[in-house]
């Protein structure tokens, strides 16, 4: 039948994308969805593109080192450049709290096989010339994480699941899932209805409204962050930067030199600004801009070229969404990526066609553990 799917993808972005072509390389007949116009048109493309495994959580560690894996070899097996480039990540340390922090991190991290550790001042001010040297007490430093672009990522990854059968249907939202006796039966859109036995709700910030149609609520809002580009220079640092300590308006921000020379950085607002305005502030640039040339005086003389805000759909405990909720057989929830879908998306991609497949390894099992639905919501991820 013409409109019969395995399986349908609500979402062609950071999660999708590498689903779909997950699923086609396992031959599964898959159909994705999506009201924009091309890939990675939401949030995807409001990503700065960094990707690392230093996170706090098993679960986050094992799909982002899968997904370290995907990006770092690509342009080798695939033969498309997305930008990738290895240049690790620094969490440079001021204070002694947060000092005592990362070293327990550390812990748990170096436990579950990150090639990460403690790097003392001196490496630090190698690692990133000209940084501020006053009260530098040091930081961690991974240096196998690195970053991609996230336009140049979504795209290679759409192009080889259509080359592996994938269909995507573009300009074209869902407006119902459609369901029988308790099992997904489809979706319809504007455009016509479409059979699977699972359905997969990958909507980034509209996962709430899309599962919903499902019949079943997920704890998911989205809340905008900042970020911005400068002029391209010549190249002179390495890692992604990542400073913990809180400022005025901000819990934290970071930002690398890309592949093109650009200093991309980000930050986190405190307090969070909920909602889905996208419209760029008058207050961002000039409080990064203070805190990152106090970190790196050098960086005074860029001139920067754009600013825009994406939306970070958060759960309340910063950690996603990936289960196969018993209330409906064949829905399958990939939401709630609090921002890190782009690093996330093609591990956790390869572990959920793995299950839908019916042949997940121990691995795949364990990546999907931590990120429930029927879970407490009460703890708090340590390094959003």
Not at 259 to 277: K, L, R
Request: glycine share 10%.
């Amino acid at each position: 039948m013409k409109n019969l799917y395995d399986v349908i993808i609500i979402g062609a972005g950071s999660i999708g994308a590498p689903l779909a072509m997950a699923l086609a390389e396992r031959k599964l007949k898959t159909l994705v969805l999506d009201k924009e116009a091309s890939p990675g048109q939401g949030q995807n493309k409001c990503a700065i593109g960094g990707v690392r495994a230093t996170h706090s959580d098993g679960s986050k560690i094992k799909a982002c080192l899968r997904s370290l894996r995907i990006f770092s070899t690509w342009k080798e097996k695939h033969g498309d450049d997305i930008g990738w480039i290895k240049g690790g990540y620094l969490f440079p340390v001021y204070k002694e709290r947060d000092e005592a922090v990362l070293r327990e991190l550390l812990k748990v991290q170096q436990g579950f096989g990150l090639d990460i550790d403690w790097a003392g001042p001196e490496k630090v001010r190698k690692l990133v010339p000209g940084i501020a040297e006053k009260d530098l007490r040091g930081g961690t430093w991974a240096p196998g994480d690195g970053s991609a672009s996230p336009l140049l990522s979504v795209n290679a990854f759409y192009r080889r699941a259509v080359k592996l059968g994938a269909e995507f249907h573009f300009k074209e939202a869902v407006t119902e899932i459609a369901s029988q006796k308790g099992a997904v039966t489809g979706v319809a859109t504007a455009l016509g209805r479409y059979s699977a036995k699972w359905v997969v709700n990958a909507a980034g910030a509209e996962a709430a409204p899309v599962s919903e149609l499902a019949g079943i609520k997920v704890p998911v809002k989205p809340d905008s962050h900042e970020a911005g580009i400068t002029e391209p220079a010549e190249r002179f640092f390495e890692p992604m930067v990542v400073d913990i300590r809180p400022g005025d308006k901000s819990k934290n921000y970071y930002f690398y030199q890309n592949w093109e020379g650009q200093i991309v950085f980000c930050m986190t607002p405190q307090p969070p600004i909920w909602g889905h305005d996208r419209r760029s502030t008058s207050e961002f640039l000039p409080e990064i801009s203070r805190r990152m040339i106090s970190l790196m005086p050098n960086l005074a003389n860029l001139k920067v070229r754009r600013t825009w805000r994406g939306l970070y759909p958060m759960t309340p405990d910063g950690f996603p969404i990936v289960d196969f909720p018993a209330a409906l057989k064949g829905y399958v929830l990939a939401v709630g990526m609090c921002g890190q879908g782009f690093m996330l998306g093609p591990g956790l991609g390869e572990a959920l066609a793995a299950h839908i497949a019916g042949k997940p390894s121990s691995e795949d099992k364990d990546i999907l553990a931590g990120f429930r639905l029927d879970r407490s919501f009460e703890g708090q991820e340590k390094l959003k």
